[in-house]
């Protein structure tokens, strides 16, 4: 069994690595803002996602007849990895979800509008699975589309929808026929500047903003409907299978792991190493084993959805379980054995860790609940790979 990386696969890294070193300002790259660093929410941020797009590093997954290169998966997760290893903005929604999302059931006049503006970064979306009453149960939202003519008026509200308050469009499910939970959603995409539409944002406990979204009366017409009617939560759950995996990238959770050690190797308590001490290198040990095994699920997902075929759903669901979960203990590790100082602010002058543990600890809480909680994920596994019944 071989885990390293063929030459061309590293070829193509040392590549994307000369090309960020040429564009590493901080207006671009910022690893401290945590997994807010995915977002192209900045002139300079986009200006930056276009330059990939030029070389063709958005959507080179694609088929050819769509503009993509067909090349394998792996290029995309390595190009990923470096992006979010730099604290750069990521590929995420637009290629992963609604792209590949079009590829697979969107209609021509969707397919020619919006694919070659993905792949030129000319566009960015915000997503609108979550309601105030159904949370992480996708199946369950009620926001309401009923037909009016040649379209859809739709009248509810979506919660914690992240890019809204910069997105240009927004891809969401409506309740198209409400006898029928799973099988009785559809997809939309919508411009955000549709009358009746109003976007109100929140500041969370990870200091980004996340926005309420509320339709009051909005029209959309049928033209904008993705795919089948009332198939939207079949296509929302292969998207999300992309999205777990895209939106949790491993290369913060190495980085943090890093740092901590190198905190432990070099600093010391009471005039003895941190490093002699039994109980933190027993813990350190742990961790760093957890962070390799990690690391194996992120392939083994990746190798799975290389070959083709249905999504991995249950893999996708193990790796993101089990990294924001591990994301947390590396969180309360750093701020245990870093003492106060590491309360300090991100960035904050002689904060131990670059101050990195403070956020990290506020950040990773929404890291085990965006993309669908760690119970959802329990779910799915339960379910789909060990045959459990439903509701386990």
Same mark, same amino acid.
């Given at each position: 069994?071989?885990?390293?990386?063929?030459?061309?696969?590293?070829?193509?890294? /040392?590549?994307?690595?000369?090309?960020?070193?040429?564009?590493?300002?901080?207006?671009?790259?910022?690893?401290?803002?945590?997994?807010?660093?995915?977002?192209?929410?900045?002139? +300079?941020?986009?200006?930056?996602?276009?330059?990939?797009?030029?070389?063709?590093?958005?959507?080179?997954?694609?088929?050819?007849?769509? #503009?993509?290169?067909?090349?394998?998966?792996?290029?995309?997760?390595?190009?990923?990895?470096?992006?979010?290893?730099?604290?750069?903005?990521?590929?995420?929604?637009?290629?992963?979800?609604? #792209?590949?999302?079009?590829?697979?059931?969107?209609?021509?006049?969707?397919?020619?509008?919006? =694919?070659?503006?993905?792949?030129?970064?000319?566009?960015?979306?915000?997503?609108?699975? @979550?309601?105030?009453?159904?949370?992480?149960?996708?199946?369950?939202?009620?926001?309401?589309?009923? !037909?009016?003519?040649?379209?859809?008026?739709?009248?509810? /509200?979506?919660?914690f929808s @992240?890019?809204?308050?910069?997105?240009?469009?927004?891809?969401?499910?409506?309740?198209?026929?409400?006898?029928?939970?799973?099988?009785?959603?559809?997809?939309?995409?919508?411009?955000?500047?549709?009358?009746?539409?109003?976007?109100?944002?929140?500041?969370?406990?990870?200091?980004?903003?996340?926005?309420?979204?509320?339709?009051?009366?909005?029209?959309?017409?049928?033209?904008?409907?993705?795919?089948?009617?009332?198939?939207?939560? $079949?296509?929302?759950?292969?998207?999300?299978?992309?999205?777990?995996?895209?939106?949790?990238?491993?290369?913060?959770?190495?980085?943090?792991?890093?740092?901590?050690? %190198?905190?432990?190797?070099?600093?010391?308590?009471d005039g003895?190493?941190?490093?002699?001490?039994?109980?933190?290198? /027993?813990?350190?040990?742990?961790?760093?084993? /957890?962070?390799?095994?990690?690391?194996?699920?992120?392939?083994?997902?990746?190798?799975?959805?290389?070959?083709?075929?249905?999504?991995? @759903?249950?893999?996708?669901?193990?790796?993101? =379980?089990?990294?924001? +979960?591990?994301?947390?203990?590396? %969180?309360?590790?750093?701020?245990?054995?870093?003492?106060?100082?590491? $309360?300090? !602010?991100?960035?904050?002058?002689?904060?131990?860790?670059?101050?990195?543990?403070?956020?990290?600890?506020?950040y990773t809480?929404?890291?085990?609940?965006?993309?669908?909680?760690?119970?959802? $994920?329990?779910?799915?596994? %339960?379910?789909?790979?060990?045959?459990?019944?439903?509701?386990?």
């Amino acid at each position: 069994m071989n885990f390293d990386f063929s030459e061309a696969e590293k070829a193509f890294v /040392q590549a994307v690595e000369q090309f960020l070193d040429q564009c590493d300002t901080p207006e671009v790259m910022d690893v401290t803002r945590e997994n807010m660093a995915q977002l192209v929410d900045t002139p +300079e941020r986009r200006a930056f996602m276009s330059k990939c797009g030029e070389r063709g590093w958005l959507g080179m997954g694609w088929p050819k007849e769509y #503009g993509g290169n067909e090349t394998e998966g792996v290029y995309e997760y390595l190009l990923n990895e470096s992006l979010a290893r730099r604290g750069a903005p990521q590929i995420g929604k637009g290629v992963g979800i609604v #792209g590949k999302t079009l590829i697979r059931h969107g209609s021509d006049k969707l397919k020619r509008e919006f =694919l070659p503006k993905i792949l030129r970064n000319e566009v960015q979306f915000a997503v609108g699975y @979550t309601e105030p009453e159904a949370g992480s149960d996708a199946a369950a939202m009620a926001l309401k589309a009923t !037909r009016d003519g040649d379209g859809w008026r739709l009248n509810g /509200q979506k919660i914690f929808s @992240t890019s809204a308050h910069f997105a240009d469009w927004y891809w969401l499910g409506a309740r198209t026929d409400p006898s029928n939970k799973h099988r009785g959603i559809t997809l939309f995409l919508l411009h955000m500047d549709t009358p009746g539409l109003t976007v109100q944002p929140m500041p969370t406990i990870g200091d980004e903003i996340t926005n309420s979204v509320y339709f009051d009366n909005v029209y959309v017409g049928d033209e904008y409907r993705v795919g089948e009617l009332n198939k939207g939560f $079949q296509y929302i759950s292969e998207a999300l299978d992309l999205e777990r995996f895209t939106m949790f990238t491993f290369s913060p959770i190495e980085q943090r792991m890093e740092e901590l050690c %190198a905190y432990v190797v070099t600093e010391q308590c009471d005039g003895r190493p941190l490093r002699e001490d039994l109980v933190i290198r /027993q813990r350190i040990a742990q961790l760093v084993t /957890q962070t390799e095994v990690a690391r194996c699920l992120g392939l083994r997902f990746v190798a799975k959805a290389s070959k083709g075929g249905a999504a991995p @759903t249950t893999d996708s669901s193990q790796y993101k =379980l089990y990294a924001t +979960e591990l994301s947390k203990r590396i %969180a309360n590790a750093a701020l245990d054995i870093g003492a106060p100082g590491t $309360q300090l !602010r991100v960035q904050t002058a002689d904060a131990p860790m670059r101050g990195r543990p403070e956020l990290t600890y506020r950040y990773t809480v929404i890291d085990t609940i965006g993309g669908g909680t760690s119970e959802v $994920q329990k779910n799915i596994i %339960a379910r789909r790979k060990l045959g459990l019944p439903p509701n386990f």
